[in-house]
């Protein structure tokens, strides 16, 4: 078993940053890829980015190229995600995810075995 706990979301204007924490414990290698996913009312969690924990490759969704970053911090077993200029659309609850994945398709929810419990983001314009 993997436990995720996400930290830091919160509320900002549009053109902020915010960095949001995930914290990893647990049977933690037997994951090889996180992510972060993000859910907004009426709509199907998306894949926002993920990092490949051993080599530490990173695959990022297109609306956020440029503005978000991933990057993890093995000897913490944590995995980051900063977040600048910030846009309204961005508004969601943002989650970790974990898993052990062959081929691709980081940016598909199914794939993860673990979830932490999400971090809200809202961004105003």
């Known amino acids: 078993q993997v436990q995720l706990v996400e930290s830091g979301g919160g509320s900002v204007q549009a053109g902020g940053s915010l960095r949001l924490s995930c914290a990893a414990s647990g049977y933690t290698y037997s994951s090889n890829w996180m992510g972060w996913f993000r859910q907004a009312p009426g709509k199907e969690r998306e894949g926002v980015a993920a990092i490949t924990t051993g080599g530490g490759s990173t695959y990022y969704t297109d609306s956020v190229k440029g503005r978000f970053t991933i990057s993890q911090d093995n000897a913490k077993n944590t995995v980051y995600l900063q977040m600048n200029s910030l846009k309204p659309e961005d508004t969601a609850m943002y989650y970790c995810?974990?898993?052990?994945?062959?081929?691709?398709?980081?940016?598909?929810?199914?794939?993860?075995?673990?979830w932490g419990q999400g971090t809200q983001v809202t961004v105003s314009s």
């Open positions: 995810a974990a898993g052990r994945l062959y081929g691709g398709s980081w940016y598909l929810a199914e794939k993860y075995n673990y």
